[in-house]
DNA sequence: GTCTATAACCTGATAGAC
DNA sequence: GTCTATCAGGTTATAGAC
């Protein structure tokens, strides 16, 4: 019991890294027992099995953030100066700093391959825990900025998280440069992420 | 000989559609061979490797995509009144149609797959061959909006290749309705994704 | 809760017959 | 060019001692 949270937890680290760097079917529990320096079999007993611990590891996550982003658009909400922009930051600024305020950095990476994933469980498991989150957003654009269909709505804020996981992904052209502070750099990222999307969602 | 190409053309296919649907590492050459209906050793024997196949399968279709944004690109800029909507629909509409085209929809899949990955020797050879048709947009766009810093400018790239590619991977809240054609979800889907990004490259 | 040992199986790759 | 057979090593999962 003393270590149990320990080790479960851990796993649940080297996982999170191992999975965003090399996917999870290139990843085996070995490598991740390995380099979270726990016994292979602990993954069993904490998990039951390798599915398992990825779920858990995505809820883990993605409770994390969706909780950040209601706690930040109910505050965007209820400032009287409510804009379309301060909507699109409680969206957008949870995810970027996800990496800083939980150590979860890595997550990023794995929801953009959670994305290119045909897997009909982890969709499920998505839309079904986490897509009223997005619903919540699309109610407060549309007080903010009335008039978009329900399908456009739903189309403009899919671009959103589209371009907010591939910016996170670290995979495009603009790197952080040599002089910049990880914080600088993603701030002038969210700023300008903001604005781009919100003139897309006026457009 | 004779049998060549259709045994190689077989197993690239197949690979294409089980790597979108389950991943590099999730995917054997087993299931891969299995399904083409040809030899496990086939695949050796035509590509020498794992690794290898996955390379040429890669070549391929952005070879293929490349070219139709070049293209594209080229027949934009010859036209006296080039905009910067001309330009971004060069880029969006080859990647859109290719799934038509060159019967590649599951290619988008896996280049999606290829953003998350960290796979240093997959992003370095995208970047070292396909960089320049990033770089010939880049030019394109300062030339029709001028003002924005090199590092603007690709960040906004990077978001429009985000947007893109999630939409492509058909994961977000926006599925093709009962009774619209799959051309008029692309043609629609297509107009709207270079309203939304012309109007952020201008913000 | 943690460990070792092992079962049962799958993996990429290749040698060699045809 | 295509096949079978096989290798060496990796995989998840579990039984059972401590």
């Known amino acids: 019991m003393t270590q149990a949270f320990s080790t479960k937890h851990r796993i649940l680290g080297a996982a999170e890294e191992l999975f965003a760097r090399h996917g999870f079917g290139s990843t085996s529990l070995r490598q991740i027992t390995s380099h979270a320096d726990v016994n292979i079999a602990a993954v069993n ?20 953030m969706s909780t950040d982003r209601r706690n930040a658009l109910q505050k965007a909400l209820s400032d009287k100066d409510v804009t379309l922009e301060s909507v699109l930051r409680a969206y957008i600024e949870p995810a970027l700093q996800m990496g800083r305020k939980h150590n979860g950095g890595h997550f990023v ?29 699309a109610k407060a654009i549309d007080q903010v900025r009335p008039g978009l269909s329900k399908e456009q709505m739903y189309l ?29 750099h993603l701030d002038k990222l969210t700023d300008t992420l903001i604005s781009f999307c919100s003139a897309g969602f006026k457009s």
Chains 1, 2 share one sequence.
Do not use: P, W
């Open 45 to 64: 007993y904490h998990f039951g099995s390798k599915e398992n611990l990825v779920e858990e590891l995505f809820r883990r996550r993605m409770d994390q």
């Open 109 to 137: 990476r794995i929801l953009a391959r959670a994305y290119a994933e045909q897997n009909d469980r982890l969709r499920k498991f998505l839309s079904e825990n986490y897509g009223s989150v997005q619903r919540d957003f």
């Open 156 to 184: 403009r804020l899919d671009f959103v998280a589209g371009a907010l996981t591939y910016t996170l992904s670290e995979f495009g052209m603009v790197k952080r440069a040599a002089g910049v502070s990880e914080a600088q």
